[in-house]
């Protein structure tokens, strides 16, 4: 490898090094420590490949003399003799080959995007129909109700470090009952600080407003843009959860098709 590409060698992992440093300043888990491990056996690998030897020399030819009667000769030999410089050496490119991999961006894993999106929001309060349930009314939990799979991973995320509250409007108590059924289910009380005392039903739409207020969570994440837009005043961060993409009423409520849209989990 030519000293050119070795200096640059150096410089990226330089910054690639910082980069992994300042992570981990901010989150120190097994993963982090896998990954300076995973570099640090990286950077032997590379380096035992510059070290190692380029294979044994090609001996040049002897060059002829050429004599007036022999140009024609001379000429065709000269276009046969393979050049010592056709190509870089095949243990180069494996090598350039190595460090464009490892040097490909590494997307963060979900429990930190989740954190990055709350920043340090610690109390989560969230409806349930159409966030967390495939159901989106109170007469369709009278029949059943099912966790959405793909909200499920972000929800089990939250419930990590955040206190996580859910609550919904229902019909009847064997509404109530399906609706813990299907958590239990789900695994969400196995995770994290999720109890089933912190599922919060009322009668009434607004019921949802009385019981945010009270708990004065960091982020509050609801469907209905009446009672995201009641709330604004009063909480810190709201996520809007709705099919269609609506203007931002205030600055502090993000909109999102989806919950798992919006922890880039999708």
């Excluded at 995770?191 to 969570?217: A, H, W, Y």
């Excluded at 989806?258 to 880039?264: R, Y």
Aim: aromatic residues 8%; charged residues 25%.
């Amino acid at each position: 490898m030519a000293d050119d590409d070795f200096l640059q060698l150096l410089k990226r992992i330089g910054a690639f090094l910082t980069l992994k440093i300042s992570n981990l300043s901010q989150t120190l888990d097994s993963r982090c420590a896998g990954a300076i491990a995973g570099l640090a056996f990286a950077i032997v690998f590379i380096w035992k490949i510059m070290r190692s030897p380029s294979g044994p020399q090609r001996r040049h030819p002897k060059q002829q003399a050429v004599t007036p009667g022999s140009s024609g000769v001379s000429s065709h030999f000269s276009e046969n003799v393979p050049s010592s410089e056709v190509s870089p050496p095949s243990e180069n490119s494996n090598a350039q080959n190595v460090i464009d991999e490892f040097f490909q961006p590494v997307k963060p894993a979900l429990g930190q995007i989740v954190r990055q999106r709350l920043g340090e929001g610690r109390k989560v309060t969230c409806r349930l129909l159409g966030v967390i349930l495939e159901e989106t009314s109170p007469e369709e939990l009278q029949k059943q109700a099912t966790v959405r799979s793909s909200a499920l991973e972000v929800l089990l995320e939250i419930t990590k470090f955040c206190d996580l509250y859910l609550m919904e409007r229902v019909l009847d108590d064997e509404s109530e009952k399906k609706v813990l059924l299907a958590l239990e289910d789900a695994g969400v009380f196995t995770s994290g600080g999720m109890v089933k005392d912190k599922v919060l039903f009322c009668s009434i739409e607004n019921g949802r407003t009385s019981f945010v207020r009270q708990l004065e969570p960091d982020w509050h994440i609801d469907t209905n843009p009446e009672i995201v837009f009641q709330l604004a005043r009063f909480i810190k961060y709201e996520l809007h959860v709705t099919p269609t993409k609506s203007e931002r009423t205030a600055i502090n409520v993000f909109s999102s098709t989806s919950l798992e849209q919006f922890f880039g989990a999708a």
